[in-house]
Each structure stands twice: as C-alpha cells, then as structure tokens.
C-alpha cells in the first residue's frame, strides 16, 4: 500500500533516519523542520499521514496537532507523534490535542511500518467516502453542514473473562458510556452481531480464549466489519499488537493501564467513527435522493426505465406476468393556473401519498414527468392489474 508519508522533526538526523526507513517500504515522503513549515505542508499537499516530532522551537508538536483539527479540510489526516516523551500523561495530552497515536523514539521499525499502514488504511476509507460526500454536495444531492458538537458518548462491547480488570475497565467508561460486558467469546460475538455497538475493546490476554481470533471474527462479520475495535494487552507484548493492528484493530493500551489515556483514546475512536457514520448517512441519503423523486419520494423516471428493463428479463426468463399502470391527473393545469404552483405541489405530494398507500410492496410506483405516474406491478396478470387500477382511481 503505497502513501505520502510527511516527516516533521527540527533535527536533520531524526528526518533521515525516518524517511530511509518509510522509502525503503516505498513510501513517498516528505519532510519538514519545524511546526510552521509542516503546517503549510499539509494544507497544500494533503499527505496521507503524518510522522510529527513533539519538541520543537516556536510551534511544537501538539500546537500542529490543534491546528490541523481545527481546519476541516485537513482534519482528517492521520497524526502519529513520535518522542522521547513516554509518560501517561504526555500520551493523553498529545491525544486530546488530536494525535492518533505515539511512537517513541528510538522508533521501532516493525511498529512503525504498522502503524504507518493501519492509518493509511483508515485514510483511504475516509477520503473515499468523503470524495462522495463532495461530489454529492456538487449535484445539489446533500447540503454541506457547519460544524455541529459531537456526542462522544457511545455503547461499548468489553470481551473480558478476568472479572477485576472488566470491572475497573467498566468503571472508568461508564460515566460517558453505556458499557456491556462478556466474558464468553461466543456469546460476545453473537451479542455483537445483534446489537449496534459504537465500539469493542478486546482483552489479548483473555484467559478461556483467543483474542487476536476474536478480533479477526469481527472484522469478517459483516455487522462488525466497520466498527472500531480497541485492544488491551500486557506491556512489552509488541508481537501480538502487530498482528491486531494487521488484522484491521484501530488501536491498542498497554497494562498497567492509564485510565486517562484509556479515555482519551475511547473518545478518539468515537469522534472518528461519529464521522464516517455521517459520511456514510449522507452518501445512503444521495444515492436515495438520485433515484427518488425530490418532490414526492416516489422513484424516478431514470430509475424506473433501468429497473424495469430488468423487470422484463426476468419476468420473460420466469414465464410471469408483469403488468404496468400508467395514470396521470386530470386538469391538472387549471390548479396550477388558478391556484398557483405551490397548491399544485401540494397536489402532486398528496396523490403519491395515496397512491404509495394502495399499492403492494413489491410494487415500484414512480412519478414519470408532470403530473404523470406509473406502477410496474411484478408477477402480476391484467385482471388483477385492473382491479387495482379502479380502486387508485
């Protein structure tokens, strides 16, 4: 996977250093010395992640970080700080300024590879869902909002079966969370699959089962497959995070836990996945809005000729009925002329609420031009089609 990677550091051998390391992985990289350049950087490039030193002269790591939150056309590049700061409580303030995660110098290579590509991943999704996003908003098809607050509030799946740790877990997530907890794999994936989870934290050191098989079932069950999932594992135990983080796990904390940071990086996973869910909403609602009717909700007449040629195949392939009502409304133009076009919008929404009302489900009313109107009845004979035809009129 290859990415345009942005290398900030103030001393010329930390940048070297880093990008003969991302190059020989074939990353493109860039590079910078100090925060007011790598600002500029990024919002006239746009890279696909940043590697960002925290102690530099003038603006430091975490004041580039506020930055670029704050900007929304860059907002959503990924920020990983790389330091000598290794204390809690630089984590945790790093990632309330809007870093994504740490790396500690010296910068171990496997990790750094990893999460290098973990983020890039998530990037791509982010940046293809927004593409859409702007191409809708281009179309008319969805309205760009202001900034709105975000709930960072959300219901979280705990897989943990040592009942201390779920319980000290639950306890520190529980004032902005609702918190379930399951210690058995299999009904933790079953609850899972049925329950509309923001977020699931995952135990590595479970006691009756495997947590990295845990983590790898999420990500192919198709209700899952999209939710962040944050793992806990013992300090030092590089080797299985790697291998989360390879199976598409967002990100991880070390035991003895911060319970700061294990909030920070909480909220951090449900902001990002607040985003993409609008995303996503807007992107279902434009394609709703490209084959429905803007006015009446009823399909379109560009949907209605492409799934109706389809219609026919098959009811010539199955040797069965297919019936089509067309209807319009008559004098139509005399409540536009006399009442104005407004009264015959309200016209318009009125007859296609009743017409949606008595037709069947498997029925594809759709409004054809005007004040035209057709139903494409499927597996259905002309005498039945008539019948229904006499009770719409």
Partial sequence: MSARVLVVDDIKANVKLLEAKLKAEYYDVLTASNGEEALKIIQEEHPDIVLLDVMMPGMDGFDVCKAVRKDPKIAHIPIVLVTALDQPEDRVKGLNAGADDFLTKPVNDIALCARVKNLVRLKLMTDELMMRQSTSEEMGLVHKKDDEPVDLSGRILLIEDRELAARQISQTLAANNEVSVEADDQEALIKARNDDFDLIIVSLDLETSDGLRICSQLRTIEMTRGTPILVISDDGDMKRLL?????????????????????????????????????RENLQLSLELAITDGLTSLYNRRYMENHLSALVRRAKKQDKPLSILMMDIDHFKAVNDTHGHAVGDEVLIEFSGRLQRNVRGLDMACRYGGEEFIVVMPETDGAFAYMVAERLR
């Fill in 243 to 279: 291998t989360a983080l390879d199976l598409g796990v967002n990100d991880y904390v070390t035991r003895p836990l911060d319970h700061n940071e294990l909030m920070a990086r909480v909220k951090t996973l449900l902001k990002r996945k607040r985003y993409q869910d609008m995303l």
